[in-house]
């Protein structure tokens, strides 16, 4: 008989073993240095905290210029970017942590002060309500900001985006990062190829399904291809029905990735689930049709707490389970998940921008704290 599957069985993913199943969820924080987007020595800290984690996911962080959507985000394309990446990889392994850094390109949900007044790029050029969150540089005070509709990308463009693609795998991985998780999630550019709503083009990268999926395909091929399939993941997410993204076919176009991802052989795939109020519900039929597709190592993210994330590792359904916004003010949150003891509150305000408060002040809490009877 075998063993039940727990918060606490360690786990290879690609070629890395992970003592646990509780991974740190990609989280926007804003503190590049300016200019330049420029990862610092405060990032490696932040990450540092939190190498208890089974798995950090880092950040997006743009694959080049045209990549970017939000303010103070940090980059992987310039040698000042790797060398700060190479920071954070160093100080996360020095903790005994491992860590994928994930690649983004947001398409339409950016805006032209950061590409010298030129619109943000997509597959079609559709209208969409969305916005991002960007400093105004007269006051330095950050808000979120409407998009434009953006201009449509050319074939010629959509092959120099893969390229960027790889090459930032490549830099990731040369700044001593484990592996990439690729962005493919929450309306941001492969997301945007892959709905019928953000897609309209009528040649190979829109129509069919099979040719929403190519640009996904494309991309996967390169970094794979780039670093190693072991190195390569990519977060998607199929419930997402804001920022124009509500797409009655994007159900079977995910499967249909799960199966190409399944024969590429990649590292795992991180599977977001929706986490608002009145968002639709995660069936257990697509659970059970995703783990039919896909049978490496699946990490779920959404408002799981001890029980959920327990009965999801149970059923099969996920091997690992990513929490975000209560490893902010937890940096040792995997300790205080198992042992049930107090979590600390965050402070909204700090979330994005803005210097060490609220970002690497959260102490961990002393190793003789005693259980409590709150569990997460």
């Given at each position: 008989?075998s063993t039940?599957?727990?918060?606490?069985?360690?786990?290879?993913v690609?070629q890395?073993?992970?003592?646990?199943r509780?991974?740190?969820?990609?989280?926007?924080?804003a503190?590049?240095?300016?200019?330049?987007?420029?990862?610092?020595?405060?990032?490696?800290?932040?990450?540092?905290?939190?190498?208890?984690?089974?798995?950090i996911?880092?950040?997006?962080?743009?694959?080049?210029?045209?990549g970017?959507?939000?303010?103070f985000t940090?980059?992987?394309?310039?040698a000042?970017q790797?060398?700060?990446?190479r920071l954070?990889?160093?100080?996360v392994?020095?903790?005994?942590?491992?860590?994928?850094?994930?690649?983004?390109?947001?398409?339409?949900?950016?805006?032209?002060?950061f590409?010298?007044?030129?619109?943000?790029?997509?597959?079609s050029a559709?209208?969409?309500?969305g916005q991002?969150w960007?400093?105004?540089?007269a006051?330095?005070v950050?808000?979120?900001?409407a998009?434009p509709t953006?201009?449509?990308?050319?074939?010629?463009?959509?092959?120099?985006?893969v390229e960027?693609?790889?090459?930032?795998?490549?830099?990731?991985?040369?700044?001593?990062?484990?592996?990439?998780e690729?962005?493919?999630?929450?309306?941001?550019?492969?997301?945007?190829?892959?709905?019928?709503?953000?897609n309209?083009r009528?040649?190979?990268?829109g129509?069919s399904?099979?040719?929403?999926l190519?640009?996904?395909?494309e991309?996967?091929?390169?970094?794979?291809?780039?670093?190693?399939?072991?190195?390569?993941?990519?977060?998607l997410?199929?419930?997402?029905?804001?920022?124009?993204?509500?797409?009655?076919?994007i159900?079977p176009?995910?499967l249909?990735a799960a199966?190409?991802?399944?024969?590429?052989?990649?590292?795992?795939?991180h599977?977001?689930?929706?986490?608002?109020?009145d968002?639709?519900?995660?069936t257990e039929s697509?659970?059970?049709?995703?783990?039919?597709?896909?049978t490496?190592?699946?990490?779920?993210?959404?408002?799981?707490?001890?029980?959920?994330?327990?009965?999801v590792?149970?059923?099969?359904y996920?091997?690992l389970?990513a929490?975000?916004?209560?490893?902010?003010?937890n940096?040792?949150?995997?300790?205080?998940?198992?042992?049930d003891?107090?979590l600390?509150?965050?402070?909204?305000a700090?979330?994005f921008?803005?210097?060490?408060?609220?970002?690497t002040?959260?102490?961990?809490l002393?190793?003789?704290?005693?259980a409590a009877?709150n569990?997460?």
């Open positions: 008989m039940p599957t727990t918060l606490l069985t360690p786990l290879t690609g890395l073993t992970l003592p646990h509780i991974v740190m969820a990609p989280m926007t924080r503190r590049s240095s300016q200019p330049g987007d420029v990862p610092n020595a405060m990032n490696a800290l932040h990450y540092a905290q939190r190498a208890s984690a089974a798995l996911i880092t950040e997006a962080s743009q694959i080049s210029p045209q970017k959507g939000y303010s940090p980059g992987i394309y310039s000042e790797v060398e700060g990446w954070v990889s160093r100080a392994h020095d903790a005994g942590g491992r860590i994928f850094l994930q690649l983004w390109h947001v398409g339409r949900m950016s805006h032209p002060d590409h010298g007044g030129a619109l943000p790029v997509a597959p559709l209208p969409f309500e991002i960007k400093v105004d540089p006051t330095g950050g808000g979120m900001v998009s953006p201009r449509a990308l050319a074939h010629a463009e959509i092959k120099a985006i960027d693609f790889r090459r930032a795998a490549r830099n990731a991985i040369a700044a001593g990062l484990d592996g990439v690729i962005h493919g999630a929450n309306g941001y550019l492969i997301d945007q190829f892959l709905r019928t709503t953000s309209v009528t040649d190979e990268y129509g399904r099979e040719n929403r190519r640009f996904l395909k991309v996967i091929d390169a970094v794979a291809d780039e670093v190693g399939a072991h190195r390569t993941a990519i977060r997410a199929p419930f997402l029905t804001a920022r124009g993204m509500d797409c009655p076919d159900l176009t995910i249909d199966s190409f991802l399944q024969q590429r052989g990649i590292a795992y795939l599977l977001v689930e929706a986490d608002w109020d968002a639709p519900v995660v697509f659970r059970q049709q995703l783990r039919e597709r896909f490496h190592p699946i990490i779920v993210a959404g408002n799981y707490n001890k029980a959920r994330a327990q009965w590792l149970e059923q099969g996920a091997d389970v929490f975000g916004r209560p490893f902010v003010a940096p040792d949150f995997p300790r205080r998940l198992v042992e003891l107090p600390a509150d965050f402070d909204g700090t979330l921008g803005g210097g060490a408060a609220g970002y002040d959260y102490p961990a002393p190793l003789t704290t005693p009877s569990a997460a």
